[in-house]
C-alpha cells in the first residue's frame, strides 16, 4: 500500500508541475502550488516512510532476505529513495508555502521561482526506482548474492 502511494503521489505531483501556470497568474499558481504540497505532506511522505521502514526493519529482521539478492537491491536502492526524496520535495514545500505568502501580500510574487528541472527530473527518477523496486517485491527472480 505504501508503494502505491508513493508512486501515485510522485505521478499526480509531475502531472500537476506540467500544468502548473506562470507566477503571474498567482492565484491559479498559488492553488496548484498548495495542492502539491499537500500531496507532498499527506501522501508522499506517509507512504515513503511505510514503504522504506517496513522493509528495512524486515530485510534485517528476515534471515532469509539477508542470502536474497532481490532484497539486497531493494535495499541498496532505499539510500538514493531517502535523498532523492528530500530533494524533490523541499522544494515543492518551500515554494507552496512562497506562494501563499505571496497570495497574502506578504511576498513579492516577483520572488516566485517554481521548482527547478533537477527536482523535476528527481521525481522521475523516484518514479522508477519505486516501479523497479515494485516490480523486484513482485517478482522476487532467483538474483542470488
Known amino acids: 500500500m505504501g508503494a502505491i502511494g508513493f508512486i501515485g503521489s510522485l505521478a499526480c505531483l509531475l502531472v500537476l508541475e506540467s500544468v502548473v501556470p506562470p507566477p503571474s497568474s498567482l492565484a491559479s499558481y498559488a492553488l496548484i502550488r498548495g495542492a502539491m504540497g499537500l500531496i507532498a505532506n499527506w501522501i508522499f511522505f506517509p507512504s515513503f516512510v511505510l514503504t522504506l521502514v517496513p522493509s528495512l526493519v524486515s530485510m534485517a529482521i528476515v534471515?532469509?532476505?539477508?542470502?536474497?539478492?532481490?532484497?539486497?537491491?531493494?535495499?541498496?536502492?532505499?539510500?538514493?529513495?531517502?535523498?532523492?526524496?528530500?530533494?524533490?520535495?523541499?522544494?515543492?514545500?518551500?515554494?507552496?508555502r512562497l506562494s501563499a505568502e505571496a497570495l497574502?501580500?506578504?511576498?513579492?510574487?516577483?520572488?516566485?521561482?517554481?521548482?527547478?528541472?533537477?527536482?523535476?527530473?528527481?521525481m522521475w527518477l523516484l518514479l522508477a526506482i519505486g516501479t523497479a523496486n515494485v516490480v523486484l517485491g513482485i517478482w522476487r527472480g532467483r538474483i542470488k548474492r
Open 63 to 96: 534471515p532469509a532476505f539477508r542470502d536474497a539478492g532481490w532484497a539486497l537491491i531493494k535495499a541498496a536502492s532505499g539510500i538514493p529513495l531517502f535523498a532523492g526524496g528530500l530533494h524533490a520535495m523541499a522544494p515543492i514545500q518551500d515554494e507552496a
Open 104 to 122: 497574502a501580500g506578504r511576498l513579492d510574487p516577483s520572488k516566485l521561482e517554481g521548482i527547478s528541472a533537477g527536482a523535476t527530473g528527481t
